[in-house]
């Protein structure tokens, strides 16, 4: 069964960083691509990033291009998500996705799922 844990939300001031963290288990985590999705209250679930097994590849949402970077550590099984120049228009629990189909670095349907992390920020 695959596991995908969040972790590293929390309530930050406008402006500030913060960055995110998705553990995987249960997976040959090297050979599935990631993303980052979220959903702010009262909205649908919105692509954030993902970035192809390798790492090689990545694709943002125009809405936090040049603000967050995506990245993966295969040796630790984790992903990465480095948020710089939030606002509150970022605050949505964040969702770690991953699928093994490299497709879905186009069609972004991803399989997997984890719980989610908060991410609020402050105005």
């Known amino acids: 069964q695959v596991q995908l844990v969040e972790s590293g939300g929390g309530l930050v001031q406008t402006g500030g960083p913060l960055r995110l963290s998705c553990a995987a288990s249960?997976?040959?985590?090297?050979?599935?691509?990631k993303g980052w999705f979220r959903q702010a209250p009262g909205k649908g679930r919105e692509f954030v990033a993902t970035?192809?097994?390798?790492?090689?590849?990545?694709r943002y949402a125009d809405s936090v291009k040049g603000r967050f970077t995506i990245s993966r550590d295969n040796a630790k099984n984790t992903v990465y998500m480095e948020m710089n120049s939030l606002n509150p228009e970022d605050t949505a629990v964040y969702y770690c996705?991953?699928?093994?189909?490299?497709?879905?670095?186009?069609?972004?349907?991803?399989?997997?799922w984890g719980q989610g992390t908060q991410v609020t920020v402050s105005s």
């Open positions: 996705a991953a699928d093994p189909d490299v497709g879905v670095f186009a069609t972004l349907d991803f399989r997997f």
């Open positions: 249960s997976i040959p985590f090297s050979r599935y691509a």
């Open positions: 970035i192809s097994p390798s790492g090689g590849g990545t």
